[in-house]
């Protein structure tokens, strides 16, 4: 086979990093479901000591992680959350972070209740704002965090320029890739130190797993995550690592689909004479555009909207009444979900935060998945109108 570097992302995620099993020729990895593992004598054994520290199950997930986001070195976690933990471990009580101010409710939530505690200082403002990023730059900042696009607005930051604000300064640029997967964007590529996902969504995409990554080029913080990694011990274990492996296989195809019906989608919606704003990518009103034209290679199947005559019971209504779309937590999966951000994903964040950062009350976030988009189209225009009975 070609080396990897040469090898189109689908193929990439069906062989990269694999090869067969070299005891039996299994194609698939085997699932090593085993705690512990034989020694010849003390310290003298095959690679394999206890499965907390290595297990060929997750050892291959991991090489998969690394190929498919173009990186040397990937670790998985048991969750996204227990992945942000582990960089966080990378700083000192006195670093600083400067993050989104429009992010995910856990990590808002693991910044601000367990790492302001240690004494970590974090920063929530618009990265798309020069002015506000360098304003908070200083020789204590350590971490600029950035998703792209973000949870639940969809805003597109520009990875080259955030890369610029490392130079001449001992700092690490770490992207949430989840909303994207590499299969839109390679960050790494953009000039990222460490690209995170929850796994559980786009890359396990079929809502059976809960599971988290990193993936980095830089073999010193490679081996600064695997000390903690393994200090922790929050690893994802070999079942999850199997069904993840079978998920990024299929990446490719599922994000193809992902990407148009979400667009079918959202062009329903910003032509519904009952919808004020639709949040995606693609429209060229959409703060971004221009930059998710340059850096992604499509707009992915997150979006998110606001009626005209939006209240919270209407929003409460319209996601009760969805039938194809099912209500809840999580997204990426082959079914389509919808979510109120407010009292859902993003319960954590103080409500004078969600609304400075722009997310409503009656904001609605749809994950498109895999059906027939004229059935999401045909769901989504029922419930509108019983919200609006």
Sequence with gaps: MAKEKDLGF???SIHGGQFPDPSTGAVMPPIYQTSTYVQEAPGVHKGYEYSRTQNPTRHALERS?????KGQF?????????????VMKLLSPGDEVI?????????????????????????????????????KLNDKTRVIWAETP???????FDIRKLATLKEGRNLMLVVDNTFATPYLQTPLDLGADI???????YLGGHSDLVMGALVVRDEKIAQDLY?????SGAVCGPMDSFLALRGIKTLHVRMQRHCENAETVARFLISHPEVKKVYWPGFPGHIGHETANKQMRGFGGMLSFELKNDSLERAFTLVSSLKVFTLAESLGGVES???????????????????KAGLSDSLIRLSVGLEDAKDLVRDLDQAIKKALE
């Design 65 to 69: 992680l690394a190929a498919i986001e």
């Design 10 to 12: 689908g193929t990439l």
């Design 99 to 135: 993050a989104t101010n429009d992010l995910y409710g856990g990590t808002y939530r693991l910044f601000t209740k367990i790492f302001e505690n240690w004494g970590l200082v974090f920063h929530f403002v618009d990265l798309s704002n020069e002015d506000e990023v360098k304003a």
């Design 150 to 156: 973000t949870n639940p607005l969809l805003r597109i």
């Design 195 to 201: 690209v995170m996902h929850s796994v559980t969504k």
């Design 74 to 86: 990937g670790l998985a976690f048991g969750s996204g959350l227990a992945a942000i933990d582990a």
């Design 337 to 355: 979900l919808a979510g109120h951000p407010a009292s859902m994903t993003h319960a954590a964040i103080p409500r004078e935060e969600r609304m």
């Design 227 to 231: 000390f903690i990694q393994n200090s």
